[in-house]
């Protein structure tokens, strides 16, 4: 079976299970709303403050939206865990490597075509709603923003994938995923003791990349929390590799 029949083959299941059809343009839609949202609301007074960076706001609602990405990530590997048709899969595509790489290609290209989508209309109706404390497409880091902001959904939508690939559960990968990315870090950046470490957590580094300016308590620049997370989404996707390969459907 040929490379391009497996990605249409992973790309119908996808279409037919309707929470994973909707989740990626429900995050969308969270990414671009909230950040309006927040701009259009409270962007003038925060404007005021010493460590305000106009583009990092923008993209506030990315504390929200990315919580969907996720859901949408443990479906598109989790759903045939859970319901069982993963031995299906295997026998009708026996080479696993095959069955993995195209959905995760699959998982992957969605996730990017949504976040592009989003990163780019966040960008513009943030930054138009903080008038003149905004930030044109021109200006320095600007750039850099929206293509991280692009890049962040597939490479957490990879990392997610990954890690459900090695605990082959729907429920095990969100009970684990949703706490860690949605709790962990914020609580970390707290404690004086474990701060250094929350930068090195994947969606920290993650968010980091869409500043326009660089935090002076960053151990490394925004550019480079792109690159964090993406060894932690090449490191789960290895690691399912692992798991799919050696261990019986």
Not at 25 to 46: K, R
Not at 88 to 117: D, F, H, I, M
Not at 174 to 196: N, Q, T, W
Request: hydrophobic share 55%.
């Amino acid at each position: 079976m040929s490379f391009v029949a497996v990605l249409h083959s992973e790309w119908t299941k996808i279409r037919s299970v309707r929470s994973a059809a909707w989740a990626l343009p429900l995050s969308a839609a969270l990414l671009i709303g909230i950040g309006a949202g927040v701009c259009g609301s409270v962007g003038a007074a925060e404007s005021d403050a010493e460590d305000f960076d106009p583009v990092q706001l923008g993209y506030y609602g990315l504390f929200f939206a990315h919580v969907v990405v996720i859901a949408f990530a443990v479906l598109v590997v989790g759903n045939e865990y859970s319901t069982g048709t993963i031995r299906t899969s295997l026998a009708a595509v026996p080479r696993r490597g095959l069955l993995y790489g195209a959905k995760l290609t699959t998982g992957a290209a969605l996730a990017l075509a949504a976040g592009a989508t989003a990163s780019a209309g966040t960008f513009l109706a943030s930054q138009s709603l903080l008038g003149e404390h905004g930030l044109s497409p021109g200006d320095e880091g600007a750039v850099r923003a929206v293509v991280a902001g692009a890049l962040y959904f597939p490479l957490l939508a990879l990392m997610c994938m990954g890690v459900t690939a090695m605990l082959r559960s729907r429920t095990l990968s969100m009970g684990l995923l949703v706490p860690v990315l949605f709790l962990v870090s914020p609580v970390l950046a707290e404690i004086p003791g474990l701060r250094a470490l929350s930068w090195y957590l994947p969606d920290r580094a993650g968010q980091y990349a869409l500043r326009s300016v660089p935090d002076p308590a960053a151990p490394y620049t925004p550019a480079a929390g792109l690159l964090v997370l993406a060894l932690w989404a090449s490191a789960a996707t290895a690691g399912g590799w692992l798991v799919l390969r050696r261990r019986d459907a």
